[in-house]
């Protein structure tokens, strides 16, 4: 079996080269075959609740209905997540990766957020409506060249935000020329469910069954109070409740009529009977973990730096992706009720064009992490590239984060 080695990267991100490497690992839930697991929930095109996303699949030969466990968004915000972890963890090599921080100050803490683990990465809505210096953001050469940056020559990004250039992102505030990067690196985790059919054969989406949910409260399943003292309730944990969740408990208080007393569940006081008012998790056959990492798409880039450099940049890009990947993969964490385990070591191939693959090693953190250093390594060398860690140091407005709200699951 093939190492996945720097002269592969080399090789892939050189005119010609390899379209895609692929990782596939079949996964199962971790109470064994017979337990179900929670899918990922999305908001229904109407009313108000949640769904599960359902697609039609083939498994080999055969169609069958697949359930979203884990969505394609939520697999690069896993891997991003990873490298962050690693950043903040101080890890050598990784705490060179160039990236974006923006500082806010709130309730006399200061809270820091970067352009790995922000939805629009390098073009975020908070990076650009914070200050360099006292600059604001946009308007500081250092960003500018970043927002000019094109396929033509990327270097700016690649020295400031590079997780931009593995996994995406969209300048899509901008009057013109704007950046719109894809992600080249892509995944998922879906499950097969059993196949059901109607009358004339055809398959039927699945309708997941529901759950019950119950608390206990051990002082009493019902609690009453009367309108004073719930009120002074809330009030006197204002500062701790969100303003939903304080002006919800004053109008359930401000509807208690005098001499009367009524139920404290506003407050999470008294229990609340079973009621099959949640959606139930999912039997699945197959689980199956799949990641792309597109060289066609690293090589539409160039870097200034001639073509062995050019070369060496996408290596680079490619490691950095294989590393997050290595990092997430080993931290199967989704959700409540949905711990899956590996059922076998992950499959890793290389399109070697012309409908010929190769199996390659599957690369392991500490695998990953050499990886990417000898990438680096020859980077500096031969494109004259620069990772030193954080690259742009931003100040947050701070009117955008004293208008920030936790919302909960009470909106």
Not at 187 to 195: P, R, T
Not at 210 to 229: E, F, H, S, W, Y
Request: glycine content about 10%; aromatic content about 4%; overall charge negative.
């Amino acid at each position: 079996m093939r190492s996945l080695n720097l002269d592969v990267l080399l090789a892939a991100g050189s005119p010609g080269g390899s379209s895609c490497l692929t990782s596939t690992t079949t996964l199962e839930p971790a109470g064994g075959r017979h337990t179900s697991v929670a899918p990922a929930k999305f908001a229904p095109e109407r009313g108000k609740g949640s769904v599960y996303a359902y697609e039609q699949r083939f498994l080999g030969d055969e169609s069958r209905y697949a359930a979203i466990i884990d969505s394609k968004q939520s697999q690069l915000n896993r891997a991003e997540q990873a490298l962050a972890q690693a950043i903040e963890d101080g890890h050598p090599l990784l705490s060179r990766v160039p990236h974006v921080q923006v500082t806010y100050e709130r309730d006399g803490a200061v809270e820091r957020y970067y352009d790995l683990t922000l939805p629009h990465r390098v073009f975020d809505g908070h990076i650009r409506a914070g200050t360099i210096d006292g600059v604001p953001t946009t308007q500081t050469p250092a960003y500018r060249a970043v927002r000019d940056a094109s396929p033509a020559n990327a270097r700016a990004l690649l020295e400031t935000s590079p997780i931009t250039l593995v996994f995406g992102g969209w300048d899509s505030s901008r009057r013109s020329r704007q950046g719109r990067w894809r992600s080249a690196l892509v995944g998922e985790i879906v499950g097969f469910v059993a196949a059901s059919r109607d009358g004339t054969g055809a398959l039927m989406e699945p309708k997941p069954g529901r759950r019950g949910g119950a608390r206990v409260d051990p002082v009493g399943m019902q609690i009453n109070l009367d309108k004073k003292t719930m009120t002074e309730t809330a009030n006197w944990q204002q500062a701790e409740l969100s303003p939903v969740t304080h002006s919800k408990i004053l109008k359930a208080a401000g509807a208690i009529k005098v001499g009367t007393a009524e139920s404290a569940s506003a407050l999470g006081l008294g229990g609340i009977p079973p009621t099959l008012d949640q959606l139930a998790g999912v039997a699945c056959d197959t689980i199956i973990r799949t990641h792309v990492l597109s060289f066609a798409t690293l090589r539409q880039m160039r870097f200034g730096a001639g073509v062995d450099g050019d070369a060496a940049c996408r290596a680079l890009l490619a490691a950095l992706a294989l590393n997050a990947l290595a990092r997430s993969d080993a931290e199967l964490c989704l959700r409540a009720n949905c711990d899956l385990v590996e059922a076998e070591q992950p499959k890793v191939r290389l399109d070697q064009r012309g409908g010929s693959f190769a199996d390659v090693e599957p690369l392991s953190i500490d695998a990953a992490d050499l990886l990417l250093g000898e990438a680096l390594a020859h980077a500096e060398k031969v494109a004259d590239v620069t990772w030193s860690g954080l690259a742009m140091r931003v100040d947050g407005n701070p009117d955008i984060v004293s208008g920030a709200l936790e919302t909960g699951d009470d909106q």
